[in-house]
């Protein structure tokens, strides 16, 4: 196959696939090679231009595909074959279509000649493209090896539009091996990136004396700022006013910022800010089920909701206004021409007093993060899965950078955290960054629960010398479901584990591994762990406490209660 980067009339389909990649802003992806698209591979083999990742699983092609592209703000690609190779990348479509996230699944279908009929063909999945089509934001079929550049140019514009999320591009694989006609061959340009209406006047004036008018702002900010983090961060600094984050906006300020009020999902100090409160400045945040205590928490009387897309955010808390455009130019032209004011609110003695709090809750949890945080650099990046110490994360981590803090918000999966520093990883070697020593380290956080789920990528991290550090949590149980059941019926069930011994598992393949039984050797052991060049696994044997059980997160009062027989 000719080079991908020729530009002959004729060129094939997978070369077509390549090309427009890369025309397209898409310079790196993850996958596994598959009779079907090994074509594509051939092409990749000869496009060093084009980082590759070779992983063990497409569930991790999709999750590394979305921190890649979280913390890069570069949209990666997903290769994936008919059939099962597409149907495991579902879930992390899921994530990615939830938070906002640009992937591109390139994927193949069964060949263009067999799709008249139906049964037996290798891979064959009835309406493969519907089902995964809901979970995009673009999906297009090919319907003939010429439909390919533009396909991959019409999934650019989402991608690298106002309101990403995954797109989906499906070809019949034997168009991969198709010569194009010269004219659909000649490189066409990726369509333009959709740009965003401007608002009318009169939307934005009115939201102006709203503002000008409130006497005791507080502003949210989530994942879904964008470019408009500056703007936004001045809008919050002419009013003075609190700024909190969503759990996947972590990081939107640093937490060191006299502004900054922490995460929302820890409830409790932020209800009570919430109360003091006449208006909430909701940007480019989705307020969810998980941050806000089950829907619970109370609103101010008005709510400013600014937002790229009028669908982003959903309609479970509703908006006095809503500014629906491009967030940037709204908070510009909101922050023009104020006047400063004096803040309303004692953030010291705020901060001052959640610190005291939580500290007298003596939870291991809380220290552990603290200690982490410590031995860590600002623009060091944390990954989580979702066990007991990553829910006391996203409360109370404190984040200083964007992009540092990669939750998976948008599914709530399990099994996220490894595939997803496998991404921020090769992130970080696509762009030349150190990654030995001191200057950028990327933390794993997880249970044994959810690791199960895709620790076969221990093997990824040793293949292409990703020197990621797991932080593995190990109660030997699904521990934070034992204690919903615990509160819930009084007993647990089927929430107990049998674990492979883990050090010598991540040893076996390759990994350098330690035990540790107490909050004291974790301390002690950090910094070798944090420090020793290479990926590494720090297992933590200890029984962590749910922020709900000791009262750090206020528990939700619309949970079921049952009483135990
Ligand atoms: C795909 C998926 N399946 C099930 C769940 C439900 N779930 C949430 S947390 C959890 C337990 C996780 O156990 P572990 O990773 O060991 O963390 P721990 O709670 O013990 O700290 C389960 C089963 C989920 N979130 N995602
Ligand atoms: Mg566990």
Redesign the pocket.
Known sequence: MASASSQSASILGAQAVVEALLRSGVHAGFGIPSIHNIAIYECLRQTPRFSHFVVRHEQTAGYAADAFARYSGKPAAIFASTGPGNLFTL?PLLESLQSGVPVLLVGTNIASALQSGHGGALHETPQQFDIIRPLTRFARRVMSPDEIPAAIAGAAAVLNGPNPGPAFIEIPHDFLYAPLTASAAVSKKADAVASIASLSPAPLASAARMLEQSKRPVMVLGSGLGQGREPALKVAEWLQAPVLTTTSGKGMIADDHPLCAGSISRLGAVQDLLEQADLLISVGAKLTEFDTGRYLLKLPAQHLQIVSDANYPGDRFPATQQLAGDIAAICGELAEGAKSRSGWFDMAAFRGQEQQRLQSLKSDAFTALGLLRGALHREDVVVN???????WASAFFPVMERNTFLYPSG?????YALPAAVGVACAMQAAGLNLVGKQQRIVCI????????TLHELATLVQHNLPVKILL???????????LQRSYFGQTHE?A?KNPDFCKLAESYGLRAQRVNSVAELEKHMPEWLDHPGPGLLEWRTT?Q?PWEVGAIPRPTNMPQVSPK
């Open positions: 879930v899965d979702q066990s007991i110490l990553n829910y599914s709530g999966t399990l099994g997880a249970g044994d629960g959810g690791f199960q789920y949590v190990n109660d030997e149980s699904y521990g934070v479901i034992g204690f929430v584990l962590l749910a």
